[in-house]
């Protein structure tokens, strides 16, 4: 047996060995999180603790994620009762496979596992008002206060049933169970939300590059979206006046997969609502949000007519995240792209172009400092040369006066160009940064993008 099968074998071994006593596990506590026995006896629940059949889980003013051996876990969030009705998983999915579940209260994020894949009846969970069964993979499901359920897919389909009815509910859409059982569920328009994660509390992605099913596939890291809320860290970039703006204090709308709907930047006095269209170039990690709009863009608070129509070419670029809260003041580390927006020509005169980039920043109480090195490529053959440094103040960072050159094309002959960037560090110990970028080509117009990086955790080299 070559060493990856035998991996496979005991990891397998290990789950089928564990099937009975442990019907999943604690990946992930914070705040009062307890599980209560079917016989009243209550403990707390921190990281690694294991469940057992009948648990009931409290969170209460905290949060916690649940791994289950099948590869399924549920994200549960504050104020929530969950409760593990039946979990059976012995390595293999021969029939006897059972996930079983119920949320009474609270809000939770699903991603299935093995079970329910090759029998969908095996996989349930039930609320005071309707059974969410599977039918694809990820969903958020929350009971609202007057007892109603509305759930919202984030990939394949999930059924929603009552008493009265059934309906699927693709990614992307949302649906609801009445309070009264005799009427039947319904699409609707509301999108559910949960409250953002306190800063630096999202938990871990829950898989280990290496981990697998029982079966020996691989686990897929699960990215939960960020969430509809305050105090979010953003940056812009626009056709109108400013060009480029930042907060970190802004009201974020995020939909069911986590693209940014509508920002109000409560510091700078303006507010983006996407009114109608699609997000373009849109990545997010579970950290850092990006994308770009396009289609009727409404601006509010500016110098810059409302609503504004992106076409293809254009949009209104963003990065978004919680703000980290308090910064590093030693050290310094390397920041490689993590994903970007298409740069576009304000006017959309031609299709989007390319970004690359990196940072090296210095984290120093005294004397902090944010070297940047972008490179902007569109597809008339104008390449730009961005680099330079600034400082920054808390969590945010801007700059109008890094060094611009041109590398290709007719960039930046003529009267020069000039750049205006603005960014926030975000996550854990400034685990993220998010850049949005304006450049003025007074021969080619103005460009805009933006850009989220992750900390590498190298140091810059001395």
């Known amino acids: 047996m070559n060493r990856s099968a035998l991996m496979l074998a005991l990891i397998s071994a290990a789950f089928a060995g564990n099937a009975g006593a442990s019907a999943g596990r604690i990946d992930f506590s914070i705040g009062g999180v307890v599980a209560t026995r079917p016989d009243g006896q209550q403990r707390p629940l921190a990281k690694g603790a294991e469940l057992q059949n009948g648990d009931t889980i409290r969170t209460n003013d905290g949060r916690a994620q649940i791994r289950f051996p099948d590869g399924a876990y549920v994200s549960l969030q504050p104020n929530t009762v969950f409760g593990v009705k039946e979990y059976k998983y012995e390595g293999k999915t021969d029939g006897k496979e059972r996930g079983f579940f119920s949320l009474l209260k609270g809000a939770m994020r699903a991603v299935t596992g093995l079970i329910g ?15 969410v069964g599977i039918r694809g993979t990820g969903g958020l499901i929350v009971v609202l206060p007057d007892g109603s359920t509305l759930i919202r897919g984030s990939s394949g389909i999930w059924s929603l049933s009552n008493a009265s009815g059934s309906i699927d509910v693709p990614a992307g859409t949302s649906g609801v169970a009445p309070a009264d059982s005799s009427q039947p569920p319904q699409e609707t328009g509301e999108t559910p939300s949960v409250p953002p994660a306190p800063p630096g509390t999202t938990g871990p992605d829950y898989v280990a590059g290496g981990d697998r099913t029982g079966t020996g596939d691989p686990i897929v890291p699960t990215i939960i979206p960020l969430a509809t809320g305050s105090g979010y860290g953003i940056a812009v970039a626009s056709d109108g006046y400013p060009m480029v703006t930042s907060d970190t204090k802004a009201d974020a709308v995020f939909n069911g997969t986590g693209q940014l709907t509508s920002a109000n930047l409560t510091s700078q006095f303006i507010q983006y609502d996407l009114l109608s269209g699609a997000t373009a170039d849109f990545g997010t990690d579970g950290i850092l949000a990006w994308g770009r709009w396009v289609g009727d863009v409404a601006i509010l608070g500016c110098d810059c007519s409302s609503p504004v129509t992106y ?37 959309g005169h031609t299709a989007p172009g ?18 940047m090195a972008f490179s902007v490529a ?75 990086f992750k900390n590498t955790g190298v140091p810059v080299p001395q």
Not at 321 to 342: D, E, F, Q, R, W
Not at 385 to 403: D, E, V
Not at 446 to 451: L, N, P, S, T, V
Request: charged share 10%.
């Open 354 to 371: 390319t970004f690359a980039g990196s940072l090296e920043v210095l984290f120093d109480a005294r004397s902090p400092s944010v070297t």
């Open 378 to 452: 569109m597809p008339d053959g104008n390449k730009y040369l961005l680099n330079g440094s600034t400082t920054y103040s808390g969590a945010l960072f801007s700059s109008s006066s890094l060094t611009v050159t041109g590398a290709g094309g007719s960039a930046c002959i003529g009267s020069g160009c000039f750049s205006d960037v603005q960014g926030f560090f975000s996550g854990t110990n400034a685990a993220r940064a998010g850049v949005a970028y304006h450049i003025n080509d007074n021969y080619s117009a103005d460009i805009i993008g933006a850009a989220a």
């Open 117 to 131: 894949r090759v029998n969908r009846s095996t996989y349930q969970i039930t609320t005071p008002t309707a059974t």
């Open 311 to 347: 076409d293809a070419n254009q949009g209104l670029h963003y990065v978004v995240g919680m703000p980290t809260p308090v910064m590093p003041t030693t050290g310094s580390a390397i920041y490689t792209l993590l994903g970007a927006t298409n740069p576009t020509y304000a006017d």
